[in-house]
């Protein structure tokens, strides 16, 4: 049973435009989301939260959106660059425990 | 301030075997947690250590186990290697407890298993 579900494998966008990565959750008891971005060969490294008292959460390119009520929150990126081409994973914690990981959306940025 | 440090970076073993992994957290971190990454299978999360003690775990075999020492290093062991143990393990350390943490990653030990 996937608690955390990221339904779209991978994603392809063109240089400049907006990329927006999915993730959905059904257990209620998470209040911290997170998103990691993963090269190759790397460990995952953090790239914005968004606590549950909050419903978006800017950082430069980057916006997290939350919408509690239907368990799902979105990553944008605007405007999407060639590096940005990773893995993006999603994540959900109960007080800073518990961290689920979706499995991970691939995103192409095509020059 | 030193992130995660996992070692060894590669290996490789033999069915049959046993591997232990090593994982250093970021120094006033104590919780330490365990990570499998396979091709398509997304982060598979293993065991979390709190204090030295196992706090939470995943759903993996009793082959996979893991401690954590005094001053939070922890390694975690897969004995009876099996071919499909090869994937990249990753550690992660967070301070826990507060609402706001977020778990910083190693680079990873890449097992292949032959």
């Known amino acids: 049973d996937q608690q955390v579900k990221q339904n779209s494998p991978s994603l392809s966008v063109q240089e400049g435009r907006i990329s927006i990565l999915n993730c959905d959750y059904t257990n209620s008891m998470f209040d911290y989301f997170l998103w990691y971005k993963k090269y190759p060969a790397e460990g995952p490294t953090f790239l914005i939260s968004?606590?549950?008292?909050?419903d978006k959460n800017e950082d430069g390119r980057f916006t997290v959106f939350l919408n509690k009520s239907a368990k799902h929150l979105s990553l944008h990126i605007v405007p999407s660059q060639p590096g940005d081409s990773a893995v993006y994973f999603c994540a959900a914690s109960n007080y800073g425990q518990n961290f689920v990981f979706g499995p991970g959306t691939r995103l192409s940025v095509l020059p | 301030k030193a992130g995660v440090t996992q070692t060894p970076r590669y290996l490789i073993k033999t069915r049959g075997q046993q591997v232990t992994l090593s994982c250093s957290p970021i120094s006033g971190h104590r919780s330490v947690s365990w990570y499998q990454q396979t091709p398509g299978q997304g982060l598979q999360f293993l065991f979390e250590?709190?204090?030295?003690?196992?706090?939470n775990k995943g759903n993996f075999p009793g082959r996979f186990s893991g401690r954590q020492f005094s001053n939070s290093r922890s390694e975690m062991n897969v004995s009876t290697l099996e071919l499909g143990d090869s994937a990249l393990y990753l550690c992660?350390?967070?301070?826990?407890?507060?609402?706001?943490?977020?778990?910083?990653f190693g680079e990873g030990s890449r097992l292949t298993v032959l």
């Open positions: 968004i606590s549950s008292i909050k």
């Open positions: 250590y709190f204090s030295e003690t196992q706090r």
């Open positions: 992660a350390s967070s301070l826990a407890g507060t609402v706001a943490g977020e778990l910083f």
